[in-house]
C-alpha cells in the first residue's frame, strides 16, 4: 500500500502563493510519476502538474507560468508552488503517484482563493 498526506493548503487572496506538500510512504518502490490533480464544485477532477522520474515535468495550460511542481526524492516529496493565484484555482487539491502496483491519491487539501 502506498500513502500519500498532503499539507499546505489554505485561503489567500488573488495574486498570493501557496506552497502544497505531499509525502509519500509505504510500498512506493518504482515510482514513475507523482503529480497534483485538483477538483473545484461541480467539476471534473483535471491535472495540475507532474513530475515523472526523470524529473520532466507537464503541467495543465490555465498554471503554465504559475505553478512550479518539484520532487525530492530522497524524501519522496512532491511540492506544488502556486503564486499568482486566481479565484478560478479555488478546488481541492489531490497528490497522486503512480507505480508499478498501480495509481494512488491522497484525501486532498482545500486552496481557497478570494477576489
Known amino acids: 500500500q502506498v500513502q500519500l498526506v498532503e499539507s499546505g493548503g489554505g485561503l489567500v487572496q488573488t495574486g498570493g502563493s501557496l506552497r502544497l506538500s505531499c509525502a509519500a510512504s509505504g510500498s512506493i518502490f518504482s515510482i514513475s510519476a507523482m503529480g497534483w490533480y485538483r477538483q473545484a464544485p461541480g467539476k471534473q477532477r483535471e491535472l495540475v502538474a507532474t513530475?515523472?522520474?526523470?524529473?520532466?515535468?507537464k503541467y495543465a495550460d490555465s498554471v503554465k507560468g504559475r505553478f512550479t511542481i518539484s520532487r525530492e526524492f530522497a524524501k519522496n516529496t512532491v511540492y506544488l508552488q502556486m503564486n499568482s493565484l486566481k479565484p478560478e484555482d479555488t478546488a481541492v487539491y489531490y497528490c497522486?503517484?503512480?507505480?508499478?502496483?498501480?495509481?494512488?491519491w491522497g484525501q486532498g487539501t482545500q486552496v481557497t482563493v478570494s477576489s
Open positions: 513530475i515523472n522520474s526523470g524529473s520532466s515535468a
Open positions: 497522486a503517484l503512480s507505480n508499478r502496483g498501480g495509481d494512488y
